[in-house]
């Protein structure tokens, strides 16, 4: 490990320690503001690298990235779950909940498991709820109800806004840098719509059903080789939507908690998969919105 890295290793290690220690002494505010220099920190570093896009390369990465966390004395059941994901990305496969299972790490001494803790920490006695969860996404605890249900009401209006005054041929127009079209962010609006609505009438009808893992990325993709006029495909995705609001509006509140088990991200509320789609379209507004002004 180079100098510099180490440097940052132990100013951040050195931080986190302070920042415990206030804790401690009940002085919560200022911990808390250390926390967040040293999370501040690490992401500011973390996006100034410049990583492959390359599967075969950024399995590499990961086997690195195994190597490097091995000297830093992590649980080898971590080490093994990222090796077995990494096998799964060379093998063009999306990694299962049952080979990367959600992580908890002790708040306190940094002890992981991979299931939920039962126990107490056997490394400093924490209590299992002070344990912290790592989900595959934000995205799954972004919203409350009632967010969820603001957001999902509101995107197809912004989308609707950005359509306005544009000709088929613009919609459909690729951009140079090759990324999406208007017409394929509004292809994957309303197949991840699609999606949603299925799986909230399974939990609601069923006791925690199986959610199949689906590339709904790949079909946008798929579809937009033979464009068509957006009109229809952003009125079904309209129509869909307001299926879908109707649908959580007359949920009674506790039922927002019933499951599903999904096959990547394991056990999964009503919830969280309403505020999953609801936040995952926040970050193509965006990309609509830059498509439009170039």
Known sequence: MDRPNSVMGEIIAGTLALAARLEGEGQYNIAKLLRAGAAS??????????????????TGEI??????????????????????????MAEERLPLIDVTPNPYVCRTCGHIVLEKPAADCPGCSAHPSTF??????????AFDPFQVLEHLALTPEIVSGYLVGLSEDAVTQQPPDGGWSIYQILLHLRDAQYLLNFRLGLMQEQEKPTLESQAVFE?????????????????????SRQQTLTRLEGLPLKDWWRMGLHQEFGTVTILQQASYFAAHELTHLPQLAKLRTD
């Open 132 to 141: 912290r969860a790592f989900l595959p996404v934000y995205w799954l605890e």
């Open 219 to 239: 079909w946008a993709d798929s579809e937009a080789q033979d464009p068509s006029n957006p009109a229809p495909v952003f009125e079904s995705y309209r129509q």
């Open 41 to 58: 920190a690490v992401n500011r570093a973390a996006f100034r690298l410049v990583l492959p896009a390359d599967k075969a390369q950024l």
């Open 63 to 88: 086997m690195r990235a195994v190597g490097a966390l091995s000297i830093l004395e992590v649980e080898k059941s971590l080490l093994a779950a990222l090796q077995q994901g990494a096998a799964a």
